[in-house]
Each structure stands twice: as C-alpha cells, then as structure tokens.
C-alpha cells in the first residue's frame, strides 16, 4: 500500500477539488455539473471558512481522496453537526483505506474543536458500496428521511 497524508486543503487545490466533484457527480448520479458553477462553488468554500473545509488525501504530490465537510447548526444540542459532503477518492486509489484515514481525521478534527456533536451525510439508496462503507466505520442510517425544495 501506498503512503499517503492528509491535510487540509489550499487554494491551489481548485483545479483538483473541481474534477473530483464532477465525477463524483458523474459517477454516483449521472449528472453533468457546469464546470464553471462547480469550480465558483469549490472556491467559495476554499476561501470562506465558515462554509466548511475540504480534506485531503495527497500521494506523491498529487491529490488522491477528498472530501468537504459542512456545517449545521444544532438549536436541540447547542453544538455543531458536521455534513461530510464530495466523497471521492480516484478510482486506481480506492480499497487503501484512503476514505477510512479521511473519516477519521475529520473525527479526530471534531473531537479537537470540541462543539461538534456529530457527523451526517447523505447517499444515493442505491449507491450500496458507499453504505457499506460507511457502516463500517460505525455509520448508521438515521430516520430522517431527506427533503428539498428550490430557493
């Protein structure tokens, strides 16, 4: 297995962040993002934190796995839950426990803050390897089912 870290993504990592959430997108829902939408949406979490943040998993100096994570406001808990979004790890990396090594570090990033009070995520129902994996990790399917309007 390849050695990899993760870090905290940087600006420079624009490009990268952009290709991974457009196949991301391509791979699990069939949707073609506009490019320019995307890479303004990427950057804007880059340069304004209160958004979120973007982790990722570098090997050899290329970007290999990321992942965002989001924040929601809980009035019931007085804490923070942490959305964990744009899960993609390149296809020729996958199976190295790259998402694993990710997962545990925003845990780790969370248990440091201090006001986080857990973490959520949304997957396609038939995106079963996905699930899987994250029921590994200790992940549950929670009762919420999930609804949307446009603004």
């Known amino acids: 297995m390849n050695q990899y870290?993760?870090?905290l993504a940087r600006s420079n990592d624009l490009e990268a962040l952009t290709e991974f959430n457009q196949a991301m997108a391509l791979e699990t829902e069939g949707k073609q993002l506009d490019t320019q939408t995307l890479r303004s949406g990427v950057a804007g979490m880059l340069n304004q934190p209160h958004f979120?943040?973007?982790l990722v998993a570098e090997q050899e100096g290329e970007i290999v796995g990321?992942?965002?994570v989001t924040f929601e406001w809980s009035d019931w808990r007085n804490k923070l839950f942490w959305w964990i979004q744009s899960v993609y790890v390149r296809p020729q990396s996958r199976r190295q426990g790259i998402y694993s090594a990710l997962y545990t570090r925003v845990r780790e990033m969370a248990l440091e803050q201090g006001n986080v009070c857990g973490f959520r995520l949304y997957v396609e129902k038939e995106n079963?390897?996905?699930q899987a994996t994250y029921q590994k990790l200790g992940m549950q399917e929670c009762q919420y089912f999930m609804f949307e309007?446009?603004?």
């Open 66 to 68: 990321s992942l965002a």
């Open 52 to 54: 979120g943040f973007y």
């Open 149 to 151: 309007s446009k603004a």
């Open 5 to 7: 870290t993760l870090r």
């Open 128 to 130: 079963e390897i996905a």
